[in-house]
């Protein structure tokens, strides 16, 4: 007996999304946030996207999607520190396309960022540092949080549910909690519960 397909979703998270360089259309850096945060290797993939990463994401979710009917999931840190330019970026990479150097990329997707959910990034305030409150643009950016349950049919009757929290629901701006990148969000759990 064949394999029966019954539903395709890509799960993607840490685009890191960050304003374009101009000459190369990977995610610029300012001099001093290049030396803050290079400072330590294990923080480069912090640092935003690169070009090729979303070249290639792209035509690899473009085939799926072409062939299986995909969706896609995003499971937070859509963008590099939660600036309102970089939900920009990140929303018309996702929905449409966005114009580089070396050419336009992105999914050209409207639905794309329905089953998205934010990051610790997310929740940064937008100027390169950790600390302080988040930007509007993440409330413009995903709908109410908790997402309630969703439920998606496959084939052969069988169903798939899905739900979203906004794990840094319940993290203060300044806390060492969020430095630490340590999550807080009972209640989103709560709230979802009464869905």
Do not use: C
């Not at 029966?4 to 101009?22: N, W």
């Not at 610029?28 to 294990?42: I, N, S, T, Y």
């Not at 072409?66 to 859509?78: F, K, M, P, W």
């Not at 052969?156 to 739900?163: H, I, K, N």
């Amino acid at each position: 007996m064949p394999d029966r397909l019954l539903s395709t979703f890509i799960h993607v998270s840490d685009t890191h999304i960050g304003e374009l360089d101009p000459r190369t259309g990977d995610a610029a850096l300012g001099h001093d946030v290049l030396m803050r945060w290079k400072k330590d290797r294990h923080f480069y993939g912090f640092l935003g996207h690169t070009h090729v990463a979303l070249s290639q994401f792209a035509e690899f979710y473009r085939r799926l999607r072409d062939s299986e009917g995909a969706r896609l999931i995003h499971t937070g840190d859509v963008t590099r520190w939660g600036g309102a330019a970089q939900f920009a970026l990140a929303k018309r990479y996702f929905e449409k396309r966005l114009p580089t150097p070396e050419g336009d990329v992105g999914l050209d997707d409207p639905h794309a960022l329905e089953l998205a959910i934010p990051g610790n990034h997310d929740h940064w305030p937008g100027t390169g540092w950790v600390l302080g409150r988040s930007t509007s643009a993440l409330r413009r950016m995903f709908r109410p949080l908790p997402v309630p349950p969703k439920r998606f049919t496959l084939a052969g009757g069988r169903s798939l549910l899905f739900a979203g929290i906004d794990s840094d629901a319940d993290v203060w701006p300044w806390s060492p909690t969020r430095a630490l990148a340590r999550g807080a969000f009972l209640s989103q759990l709560r709230a979802l519960g009464r869905n």
